[in-house]
């Protein structure tokens, strides 16, 4: 995992916070370190989800991200369920498309891009 340091160097004009190739590439040390038990999150996350998980469901993580979550998720439910993915930035779904073995051997998994705009409420994604 690369360290995070995005914002190390002194920059005479900071530019808009976003979730590109840069950010995507430190995104994972950059919630270790900056969100408290982090690790204990994820782990209870899995746990939560593996006992009310039901066959024939699907579990979404709307922003995905790097996958962190959803790696957890694939790895404590047991149940027959598909997963899915949604994140609006391509940076962070090809981050998780290559995540080591974050995906392999479910066949029941997506990765969606999504934009940012709110998705009404009688429609579905596909």
Same mark, same amino acid.
């Given at each position: ?51 009310? &998980?039901?066959?024939?469901? +699907?579990?979404?993580?709307? $922003?995905?991200? %790097? =996958?962190?979550?959803?790696?957890? @998720? ?16 391509? &940076?962070?779904?090809?981050? +998780?498309?290559?995540?080591? $073995?974050?995906? %392999? =051997?479910?066949?029941?998994?997506? @990765? ?15």
């Amino acid at each position: 995992m690369k360290r995070d340091e995005l914002f190390a160097k002194k920059e005479t004009q900071i530019g808009g916070f976003n979730f590109g190739e840069k950010t995507a590439e430190v995104f994972d040390d950059m919630l270790d370190r900056s969100v408290p038990l982090y690790t204990e999150l994820q782990r209870m996350i899995g746990e939560i989800a593996a006992e009310f &998980a039901k066959d024939g469901t +699907a579990i979404y993580d709307l $922003g995905c991200s %790097t =996958g962190i979550t959803m790696a957890t @998720l694939m790895g404590a439910v047991r149940q027959d369920v598909q997963f899915v993915g949604v994140d609006y930035s391509d &940076a962070m779904l090809a981050r +998780a498309r290559c995540a080591p $073995g974050a995906f %392999t =051997g479910w066949s029941a998994k997506r @990765l969606a891009r999504k934009s940012r705009s709110p998705w009404p409420c009688s429609s579905r994604s596909s």
